[in-house]
């Protein structure tokens, strides 16, 4: 079945500390992967996705993620991230059919201690 | 920046009742979803919906669920005889095409007592 699956349940960092969160994904079609954020009492919101071409993405708030096929891999980082990255984190990629609904991850929550 | 607006934000109600929850996607957005988190867990797809129709439906979306766009402006989620278990954070969302990233509303958050 297809699925998403992401690492870690909570991360903890001090500001400044570089982030790295993991995603796999199993789906045998055309890949479309999303990151989305949740901040504290807030509805999701779109950081980046992955559509094809470059398989480095730049998102907002400094945030990046790469596409690895072989690894069946979209990983999200952030080189130094604020006390203001604390949310929860969720990978998404579609659950299959012309629709594109999408399937989402457990979700990471992060934890930026300032 | 256009957004999807779900009412109400909060709604309790009691084991057995229906309930309504209302969504306003983005005028000019052709598909529309409804997707639940129950606290502390993650977030499940139940339906899309698209030309006035269910496109998609999941397992969590049985008899006891029902979408309808009464008026080419809302697109609602109905859910009869209520338990304890439907208690969960409820958003809508909405995309121009198949594929795109979405636009998620608030949320509402549905408390079953």
């Known amino acids: 079945a297809q699925s998403v699956s992401q690492h870690n349940h909570h991360v903890i960092l001090s500001e400044a500390a570089s982030l790295e969160l993991g995603c796999n994904y199993s789906?045998?079609?055309?890949?479309?992967l999303f990151w989305y954020v949740q901040y504290p009492g807030q509805h999701l919101q779109l950081l980046l996705k992955?559509?094809?071409?470059?398989?480095l993405v730049k998102g907002i708030k400094g945030f990046e993620a790469e596409f690895i096929k072989s690894k069946f891999s979209f990983n999200l980082r952030k080189p130094s991230v604020q006390w203001s990255d604390t949310a929860e984190y969720f990978c998404?990629?579609?659950?299959?059919?012309?629709?594109?609904?999408?399937?989402f991850g457990k979700g990471t929550k992060l934890s930026v201690k300032p | 920046e256009p957004e999807v607006t779900q009412t109400p934000s909060h709604q309790v109600t009691q084991m057995g009742q229906e309930v309504i929850l209302r969504c306003v996607p983005i005028?000019?957005?052709?598909?529309f979803y409804w997707y639940r988190q129950i606290l502390g867990q993650k977030v499940e797809f139940l339906v899309s919906?698209?030309?006035?129709?269910?496109?998609?439906k999941s397992e969590i979306f049985d008899d006891q669920f029902s979408v309808e766009r009464p008026d080419g402006s809302n697109f609602t989620l109905k859910i009869r005889s209520t338990k304890l278990e439907d208690s969960a954070m409820y958003f809508c969302?909405?995309?121009?095409?198949?594929?795109?990233?979405?636009?998620f509303g608030s949320g509402t958050r549905l408390t079953v007592v």
């Open positions: 969302a909405s995309s121009p095409g198949a594929s795109y990233g979405y636009t």
């Open positions: 789906y045998g079609g055309t890949v479309n």
């Open positions: 992955y559509f094809s071409g470059d398989p």
């Open positions: 998404a990629a579609p659950y299959g059919g012309s629709q594109g609904n999408l399937i």
């Open positions: 005028s000019n957005h052709l598909y």
């Open positions: 919906f698209y030309n006035n129709e269910i496109s998609e």
